[in-house]
């Protein structure tokens, strides 16, 4: 038995308790509160001394010439179940961060983390030898190592990989936050994410879902014969969207463009073109507020389905929604906030005006009297009610009253025409349009409708909205020539949806922010 297994219980403890060997306390107020880095004082000064002592040593500090073999996540499996203290003599290369040390002047115990996750490796002066040994010491919390070495068991059984070799690949400048009282500060994590990343495995774990689902979205798709496409990003006319455009200027055309609010006219086009079943995957440009539920950048997929409609694409809907929980979860049923949300289809469909009559205190034969829905209106305090035609009087109430309680899938479906601008109407009553919304969690997770294909209804339709613009409509849609030219030479009935990926995310991870599962969230400028 290995001299060192009796230490091992102690080392554990100071893992656990946080009293691990670190630097980082003095960090913590800089990463928490962004002070400036010359605040860090000797501990910098220490770690570039480190830097050019390496050099001397002649080890280049941010070298690229290691290789690594294996992963951490690799050998833990392989021997979790295997018994014994020397577990076999198999060497593995693996390279991470350093996370903890404990040190015990001619041996240390390290817990190197890397894309897998963390394992314990072992490195001792009579085994690495003198020099390399004397490398270590100048290694800190947060360095990038690589280590070769044979798996072992400690007599507290925990997996140890006892290095034979030791590489420096990267020094790290500023020392990672404490364990326990390290980045907890949520701006901070945001603004720092690879920090965050680093020291939160559970953040890392949302990004990892957040992979999964979009690649599960991109198969279910593709094996249901729909095309993966990409539309432009920056669009001479804004529209596909009711929302206010971010602006830019191209200096060699010397005209305006806009960072797209939708994809939807490109993507009708290529209807138009025969390309019957598409999608796409990316990104959305909204000039709007920041809140938990809306980032101006944010991720849709939008897809659209030749000879289909609206019914169809509730039913691909939940079953594609249900197929990833079920993947993702092995259940269809799942926690988010607090209450149990169920996937399981079919789900409860409801049109607009039953909705409200169900959630608002106002009844059924009411809500289709205007001015009686304008009484209600009053009565709650909704403001710039009585500006609002009946269509979007309508919508606002129910925005206002009805959407934070469908907490289950809900289809919200039979919209007001004069908030669908770019939807068919329906066959038997034209005032309304076949249009649907899913609320899941009280929030809105995907927009789809019958696609208007009518060139001269739609023209008229836009013409309409150029109107309300003038009057002083922000979200009004523009006029789009090219795009009433497009439908003109003919576009096969068809059904499209929207699917907003990061609030799907969301509520796949149990996530109240949008942006935590957003990589880097905008914020505002630090001061």
Same mark, same amino acid.
């Not at 269809?332 to 169920?342: A, N, V, W």
């Not at 076949?434 to 609320?439: A, G, K, N, P």
């Given at each position: 038995?290995?001299?060192? @297994? ?58 690229n /010439? ?19 203290e ?23 115990? !390290? ?16 085994? !690495?030898?003198d020099e390399? @040994? ?8 947060? /360095? ?10 400690t ?55 957040r ?7 991109? &198969? ?8 993966? !496409? ?41 209807l ?14 909204? &000039? ?53 949300i ?18 608002? /205190? ?5 809500i ?32 206002e ?24 109407? &329906? ?19 995907? &927009? ?18 150029v ?5 002083? /409509? ?13 439908l003109e030479f ?38």
């Amino acid at each position: 038995m290995l001299d060192w @297994y009796g230490e091992l219980g102690y080392f554990q403890h100071s893992i656990y308790s946080g009293n691990m060997r670190s630097n980082a306390s003095e960090l913590n107020t800089y990463l928490d509160k962004g002070e400036k880095m010359e605040e860090l004082g000797e501990l910098l000064k220490n770690r570039r001394a480190k830097i050019e002592k390496l050099r001397e040593m002649g080890v280049n500090p941010f070298a690229n /010439d290691f290789r690594v073999t294996n992963i951490t996540s690799e050998i833990v499996e392989k021997y979790k179940d295997v018994e014994g203290e020397e577990l076999s003599d198999e060497k593995f290369t693996i390279a991470g961060r350093i996370m903890a040390v404990r040190s015990f002047g001619k041996a240390a115990f !390290v817990i190197l983390q890397d894309r897998a996750g963390k394992l314990q490796v072992f490195i001792q002066k009579n085994l !690495v030898g003198d020099e390399q @040994y004397e490398l270590f010491k100048l290694m800190d919390i947060g /360095d990038i190592i690589g280590v070769t070495g044979t798996p072992v068991r400690t007599r507290t059984g925990e997996l140890t990989l006892k290095v034979e070799n030791l590489r420096h690949i990267c020094k790290s400048l500023l020392p990672l936050p404490e364990k326990w009282h390290g980045l907890t500060d949520v701006e901070a994590r945001y603004r720092q994410r690879w920090v965050d990343l680093t020291v939160n495995p559970e953040a890392k774990e949302v990004f990892i879902k957040r992979n999964y689902i979009i690649s599960y979205i991109r &198969n279910y798709l593709r094996q249901k014969d729909f095309v993966e !496409v990409e539309t432009p990003m920056m669009h001479p006319i804004p529209g596909g969207g009711a929302a206010r455009p971010f602006v830019t200027h191209h200096n060699t055309l010397d005209m305006d463009l806009y960072l797209r609010v939708a994809p939807e006219l490109y993507l009708k086009r290529l209807l138009v073109g025969g390309m019957e079943r598409v999608f796409e995957i990316n990104r959305n440009f909204r &000039n709007e507020g920041v809140s938990t539920r809306h980032n101006p950048e944010f991720t849709m997929m939008e897809f659209y389905w030749a000879y289909a409609n609206y019914h169809d694409l509730m039913d691909l809907t939940e079953d594609l929604f249900s197929k990833i929980c079920m993947d993702l979860h092995g259940t269809t049923k799942i926690e988010y906030q607090g209450k149990i949300i169920d996937f399981t289809p079919p789900w409860q469909r409801l049109t607009v005006r039953d909705a409200l009559a169900k959630y608002g /205190d106002i009844s059924r034969e009411d809500i289709e009297d205007h001015a009686k829905l304008l009484a209600y209106a009053k009565k709650i305090n909704l403001p710039n009610a009585e500006n609002m035609v009946y269509g979007k009087l309508l919508m606002e109430l129910v925005d206002e009253v009805v959407e934070h309680n469908f907490i289950q899938p809900t289809f919200m479906y039979e919209y007001p025409l004069a908030v669908s601008p770019l939807s068919r109407k &329906n066959e038997q009553n034209p005032e309304w349009v076949d249009r649907f919304e899913l609320i899941i969690g009280g929030m809105e997770v995907a &927009n789809a409708f019958n696609e208007l294909n009518d060139p001269i209804d739609q023209r008229l339709r836009l013409e309409d909205q150029v109107r309300q613009k003038a009057m002083g /409509d922000e979200e009004a849609q523009p006029m789009d020539d090219e795009f009433i030219k497009a439908l003109e030479f003919g576009m096969p009935p068809a059904a499209g949806e929207g699917i907003g990926i990061d609030r799907l995310v969301m509520l796949m991870t149990n996530q109240a922010s949008i942006r935590e599962v957003i990589l880097f969230p905008l914020l505002r400028k630090e001061v």
